[in-house]
């Protein structure tokens, strides 16, 4: 159980062009999804936090307007990176929380942009 | 914002030798739980080991025993008889018991394990 998909799992766009991620709880239903954002050899950075039903909270210097969430139901939540550029090349990763502190990983999506 | 160090940044064994991975996480709650996780190639978290602070007793899950250290704010795990799949990024994770707390993230420590 608890399982944790994303769409498409690869990417390439062209500099300029929006990109959807797609982020489902195949098997529980999400009060909570985070989104991550890791650059090559490093960490994970939290960008954003989504509640179902609510705007995102987006962490310091992640531009809203640039990564937009969606979180319209309990299993599916949408990160678009709008007008993307070489340095949005990145892995993202989403999580998934039902309730505590117990967060549930997706597999990632690596987004090049050319 | 209450850190999570990974001082060893890659380390490189031999297969079949054990080897423990470091951590020291920063923390002003009582109540908090630790986790390792295990990022291959592919990039998929994987879940490894997860402790919350009620607990010091030390466990061994499978090939992965761990050491808890409260008093020195230390969560490190062993892999024993290593292998060259557990070649991976490794990190060590935090997340307080209240609310809408953020799982904070290590820097991460690189394994190589050489056949």
């Known amino acids: 159980g608890a399982v944790v998909s994303q769409h498409p799992s690869w990417v390439i766009c062209k500099s300029g062009t929006s990109v959807k991620i797609e982020c489902r709880s195949l098997?529980?239903?999400?009060?909570?999804m985070f989104w991550y954002r890791q650059f090559p050899k490093q960490s994970l950075m939290l960008m954003a936090t989504?509640?179902?039903?609510?705007?995102?909270?987006?962490e310091q210097g992640v531009e809203k307007d640039k990564f937009l969430i969606n979180h319209a139901s309990l299993t599916l939540s949408t990160l678009t990176v709008t007008s993307a550029h070489p340095e949005d090349s990145s892995f993202y990763i989403c999580?998934?929380?039902?309730?505590?502190?117990?967060?549930?990983f997706g597999p990632g999506t690596r987004l090049t942009v050319t | 914002a209450q850190k999570v160090t990974q001082a060893q940044t890659e380390i490189s064994v031999v297969e079949k030798e054990d080897v423990t991975l470091d951590c020291v996480y920063e923390t002003r709650d009582t109540t908090y739980y630790l986790f390792w996780y295990k990022q291959p190639p592919s990039g998929e978290l994987v879940f490894l080991i997860r402790?919350?602070?009620?607990?010091?007793q030390n466990e061994i899950s499978g090939r992965y025993p761990w050491n808890f250290q409260k008093s020195t704010s230390s969560f490190n795990f062993t892999i024993t008889a290593s292998q060259v799949v557990d070649s991976a990024v490794y990190f060590c994770?935090?997340?307080?018991?209240?609310?809408?707390?953020?799982?904070?993230f290590g820097t991460g420590t690189r394994l190589t394990i050489i056949p």
């Open positions: 994770a935090r997340i307080s018991n209240f609310g809408n707390e953020k799982l904070t």
């Open positions: 402790r919350n602070s009620f607990d010091e």
């Open positions: 999580s998934a929380r039902v309730w505590g502190y117990e967060q549930y």
């Open positions: 989504s509640n179902e039903g609510s705007k995102a909270t987006y």
């Open positions: 098997d529980f239903q999400a009060t909570t």
